[in-house]
């Protein structure tokens, strides 16, 4: 079974300065992806970013990137630039690729943002 | 719009009464799932659905039911609630049910059982 850990229950960053939010996960799978979700006080789950396990690109997304090490298993994302809006709750998941698009999560990590 | 809806919103309950929490989705998507979120826990699936009259168990199965009588809907029914299904629950679709379509999320339900 896959399992995604994030240790770290809770960071602070200042407005226009750049953070990066851990995440490692454990498979046996060869492909796979891998997902940032937000979720902020309005509880509604946003997709940040996507990679593909076997693209070697680091997906980005504006202000959004991560830095994927599939041999460490490691997928971090880190936000540049941060604004209020940015702080929530962010999610790391992990889905394989076969039938049944189940999203295993981590426990998450509250991300506050500092004016 | 394209949108996942869940409703109600917010219910609280007592132990024993039976409820269920409606989902539907106006995308046409064949895969449909429910989750819950725990503090702590991150969110754990408790039944998905790949097509209508097909579903199964996710992780956390226990206490809970579900239908697929419709593409659109996927009704979670909670026959006899316990204050250990006092949950944040998210309802999810998505078009083929493998990872190349992403999960389109509901806005949630919490649901409170004393």
């Known amino acids: 079974a896959q399992t995604v850990t994030q240790s770290q229950p809770e960071m602070s960053v200042q407005e226009a300065e750049t953070v990066t939010l851990s995440c490692t996960y454990d498979?046996?799978?060869?492909?796979?992806?891998l997902f940032w979700y937000k979720q902020p006080p309005s509880r509604q789950m946003i997709l940040v970013i996507r990679?593909?396990?076997?693209?070697?690109q680091n997906a980005t997304e504006n202000r959004f990137s991560v830095n994927f090490q599939k041999a460490a298993k490691s997928f971090s994302l880190k936000i540049s630039d941060s604004q209020l809006g940015d702080t929530a709750m962010y999610f790391c998941?992990?889905?394989?690729?076969?039938?049944?698009?189940?999203?295993?999560f981590g426990k998450g990590i509250t991300l506050s943002v500092r004016p | 719009e394209a949108q996942v809806t869940q409703n109600p919103r917010y219910l609280i309950t007592v132990t024993g009464k039976k409820l269920t929490v409606t989902c539907s989705q106006n995308?046409?998507?064949?895969?449909m799932s429910w989750y819950r979120q725990d503090p702590g826990l991150g969110l754990r699936q408790i039944y998905y659905?790949?097509?209508?009259?097909?579903?199964d168990k996710g992780d956390v199965p226990e206490g809970y039911k579900v239908s697929r009588k419709e593409k659109r809907n996927f009704p979670l029914i909670l026959e006899s609630p316990s204050p250990n299904q006092t949950s944040l629950y998210f309802c999810?679709?998505?078009?083929?049910?493998?990872?190349?379509?992403?999960?389109?999320f509901g806005n949630g339900t919490r649901l409170t059982v004393t």
């Open positions: 999810a679709s998505s078009l083929t049910g493998t990872g190349h379509s992403p999960l389109h």
């Open positions: 498979t046996s799978e060869s492909n796979y992806y």
């Open positions: 990679q593909e396990a076997y693209k070697q």
């Open positions: 998941a992990f889905m394989n690729t076969g039938a049944n698009s189940k999203l295993t």
């Open positions: 995308m046409n998507h064949e895969y």
């Open positions: 659905s790949m097509n209508v009259e097909v579903t």
